[in-house]
């Protein structure tokens, strides 16, 4: 591999923890009851958001085959249900060995820091399919 892209940012995005999305992504995650606290792997759902998945999309092919490594997930506070949230959005390149670092700032209207998601991907260079 070459040298690395730097650091990009997007955002701030609006997301949602609207009370239908988390019922489903309750049910969908094999929660018992579909009502309750917004779990505190929510923010999963926003990275199909095309202002978020879009740049990760474009970021992780300049390198490699993304392949997903880790996801932490750190609390200030813990998300409501039906609450909009800024989401701003770092991608930084790591060399050794290749991996894209996306960090997710969930911030409140006001301003307040609610929590921060960290996914890391796995670059994996791949060699272009040759015909047989």
Known sequence: MSTLPGIRR??????TTAKDAV???RREAGWREE???VPLSFPVVWMKHPAIAEPIRIAAEEVGLPVHESQEFRYAQPLQVDVEYNLMLELKYEADP???VATAQIV???GVIIGTVVSKLRLIAMQPDLPS
């Open 98 to 100: 290749a991996r894209l």
């Open 23 to 25: 019922r489903e992504f």
């Open 10 to 15: 997007a955002g701030p995005v609006r997301v």
């Open 35 to 37: 009502e309750g606290d």
């Open 108 to 110: 409140a209207p006001s």
